[in-house]
């Protein structure tokens, strides 16, 4: 008789683990403002896809260990995930049915919301306000998510992740 536990936890722990990498990777000056929240990314397709296992919990330890690997105010990046992945569990039956065009389209949107809560925080703490580029991470990964989701949905199959 086979177990009937969950599988692949460690495969999700790992695309984390590769999300705070790839956030912490050096970039070209001219790019740095061209990185978009690899975390952030992870997170949404993991919720999407699995929202019986992972959710604003999921977000916020994600959040708390991005605060802690970026230096910044802890609970801002833990409070953004939390929100943004409330959100797409609310909305993840529809946002499954859309085309990968319309759910870039979403990603965009909820990121930018936590773009604009991490604003809210550097406001409160007296940070100097940000440009224009301060907005372009979102738009990026709207551009990437395609590619983010087929990877991520090649893994979960491959490893039969339910």
């Not at 936890?9 to 990185?35: C, N």
């Not at 977000?59 to 929100?83: E, F, M, P, R, T």
């Not at 301060?134 to 590619?147: E, K, T």
Request: hydrophobic share 55%; aromatic share 12%; with cysteine.
């Amino acid at each position: 008789m086979k177990p009937t536990g969950h599988h692949g936890g460690w495969v999700i722990i790992l695309t984390f683990i590769i999300s705070f990498i790839l956030t912490i990777m050096p970039m070209p000056q001219i790019a740095i403002h061209l990185r978009p929240e690899w975390s952030a990314l992870v997170l949404l397709y993991w919720c999407m896809a699995l929202p019986q296992r992972i959710g604003v919990g999921t977000g916020w330890i994600v959040g708390l260990l991005l605060d802690v690997l970026k230096g910044s105010l802890l609970g801002q990046h833990a409070l953004a995930l939390a929100v943004i992945a409330y959100l797409i569990l609310n909305l993840h039956q529809r946002v499954r049915l859309f085309p990968l065009w319309q759910q870039a389209v979403v990603v965009m949107m909820l990121l930018n919301l936590s773009q604009l809560l991490l604003l809210w925080f550097d406001g409160i703490t007296g940070q100097p306000a940000k440009g224009l580029q301060y907005w372009l991470p979102p738009l990026v990964a709207m551009l990437l998510w395609p590619g983010v989701f087929l990877l991520l949905r090649g893994i979960r199959r491959y490893y039969k992740i339910r």
